[in-house]
């Protein structure tokens, strides 16, 4: 095993259910975590859900239940979409979990044993949908520009975190780690954060009983519990280990957070500045991507406008709504959803364009040799370009995954069904079966065996991205059990594996094409 990979969506808070912009990220990390696993990676996908702080209370409040009944069943909604949708994660994390909060309370009284911790009175403007306190500049017209509700003017006094401390530390860190934040403009975004005028202070990580018990106590102050997201980000620990588990130290070295950008802060400044004072190196990676809108609004349960991924797995199948969040969304920026949208993808890339390669090669491979993989005779320029579209296709497909541009590496697998395709028509099988001339077996067999063995790589690279349609790819071409084997990207780079006598089937189309209904 070489390299490692920890890859963490954030841990969601209970008090939605999931819709599509949570989905995203887990989609992301998911594919992510599976790409690494076939590349022979030690790898860890840690998921989970929030559950603690004001947003909590309020919402146990208004429905007359306890914190605790409302987080066990929202969190329950969580773990159970995830694994009905099948992703690949590790651990379910909650913040209620003993070991997190154990673990919370150790770094708490580390921070404070350290004298990074001191007791001040406050005054500021709280948005308890965001769940943190307001400067002048981030408000919009008085309200969080998020929530879009008015903001609660608070006095209390507090433990404050010294993160102030930490910010020429931070901004070296960001300036000499080029890769740290990316895309770069969220790096750039947050060093305006750090910059002095910005008005960010230091950060108050304590809520008094009196106004909020619903939270982890801290282990110096039995008054006061823990501020939500200091006590959500360490879960990014918990779930690993921390301080000795046997994989922790590995894991952290290779730890990277997706996150959407409305948690930059958390994650870009609080979070590393924690890690400082804690005498941790910061994780390796921040990878920031943008909202999915609807009608130029973006996706939450306050607006009502959420997408249900369940509904979507049942109307069009989940790789298929997998494959269009990932190609239809350039990692970092916004865009719109629309099922006319997902439609038209699903159309043109998936049934027109993958389906039909499979359907068409393995129809032929039964009418014209026999359903077994056909021997093929001396590969000819036409076979070398197949052979060389596809190694380098491996190639370009790990790069492009490896820097988050799932759009480019999804384009670079279809430009590898469209040369397949059109080989196809230049060589034209079934003319040759039809008109019998001489030698026509030997053509059909090398184009068939061309094909088949294309079809073999491209099961291999659509496997992190669609990973029940790469398996039925596989089973019909007669090797089901090629992933529990495969390195990516070597195996799909290296031609000429599948083994001609290897009998194929036809099976159903896999992505019937979608009529809509006008
Ligand atoms: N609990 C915090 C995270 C703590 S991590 C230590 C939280 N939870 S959340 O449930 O509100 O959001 C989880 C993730 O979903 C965030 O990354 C957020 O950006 C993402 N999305 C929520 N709506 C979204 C869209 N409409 N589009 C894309 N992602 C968005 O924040």
Redesign the pocket.
């Known amino acids: 095993m070489t390299g490692a990979f920890y890859a963490t ?5 209970v ?2 259910e999931p ?4 989905t ?2 887990t989609v992301v990390v998911d594919t992510l975590a599976r790409y690494h696993r076939l590349a022979g990676e030690k790898t860890f996908f840690l998921t989970g859900s ?1 559950e603690h702080g004001e947003k909590i209370a309020e919402v146990a409040l208004e429905l007359g239940e306890t914190p605790q009944a409302v987080a066990d069943r929202y969190s329950e909604a969580f773990s159970r979409t995830w694994q009905t949708l099948g992703f690949s994660f590790d651990r379910f994390i909650r913040t209620t979990d003993p070991d997190h909060k154990q673990v919370v309370q150790n770094i708490l009284q580390k921070i404070y044993d350290a004298g990074e911790i001191d007791f001040r009175e406050y005054e500021g403007l709280y948005c308890i949908g965001c ?1 943190r306190f307001f400067t002048e500049r981030d408000m919009v017209g008085g309200k969080c520009p998020d929530h879009d509700r008015p903001l609660e003017s608070r006095k209390e006094s507090n433990y404050f975190f010294k993160m102030t401390h930490h910010f020429e530390w931070l901004i070296d860190y960001i300036n000499s780690h080029p890769d740290f934040i990316r895309p770069d403009r969220y790096r750039n975004e947050v060093l305006g954060m750090l910059r002095e005028d910005s008005g960010l202070g230091d950060l108050s990580i304590s809520r008094p009983k009196s106004r909020l018990e619903w939270g982890i106590e801290l282990p110096f102050d039995t008054d006061y519990i823990c501020y ?2 200091f006590d ?2 360490i ?2 620990l918990t779930g690993i280990g921390y301080p000795d588990g046997p994989d922790f130290a590995t894991l952290w070295g290779a730890s990277q957070h ?6 930059l802060k ?2 870009a400044v609080f ?1 590393p500045c924690m890690l400082h004072a804690i005498g941790l190196e910061p994780y390796q990676r921040l990878n920031v ?5 609807v009608d130029d609004r ?3 349960k306050s607006l009502g406008n959420k997408i249900d991924p369940l509904v979507m797995r049942d109307k069009y199948g989940f790789d298929s709504f997998r494959y269009f969040l990932l190609r239809d969304m350039a990692f970092g920026t ?1 865009s719109d959803f629309s099922e006319e949208a997902l439609v038209t993808r699903i159309n043109a890339d998936l049934a027109n364009n993958l389906g039909n390669l499979v359907s068409r090669t393995l129809n032929m491979t039964g009418r014209f040799c026999g359903g077994n993989v056909p021997e093929p005779g001396q590969p000819g320029a036409q076979e070398q370009a197949v052979a060389d579209a596809a190694a380098t296709a491996a190639g370009q497909v790990d790069a492009h995954l490896r820097s988050c541009e799932f759009h480019r590496a999804l384009e670079v697998i279809q430009g590898l069904v469209d040369t397949v395709n059109r080989y196809l028509e230049a060589r034209a099988p079934w003319k040759l079966a039809k008109q019998k001339a001489a030698g026509w077996q030997a053509h059909v067999n090398t184009t068939l065996y061309t094909s088949c063995e294309a079809l073999r790589v491209l099961s291999l690279l659509v496997a992190p991205f669609m990973p029940e349609t790469a398996p039925k790819i596989l089973e019909r071409l007669g090797i089901p059990d090629a992933l529990a084997t495969t390195r990516l990207p070597d195996d799909a780079a290296t031609w000429g594996s599948l083994a001609p006598g290897t009998p194929t089937s036809k099976g159903a189309p896999l992505f019937p094409r979608i009529e809509v209904e006008s």
């Open positions: 969506t954030p841990i969601f808070y008090n939605a819709h599509i912009g949570h995203y990220t929030d769940e939500v997201w959500a980000l879960n990014y997706f996150i959407g950008k409305d948690i958390p994650h979070w991507h943008g909202f999915w809108n973006k996706v939450s916004d």
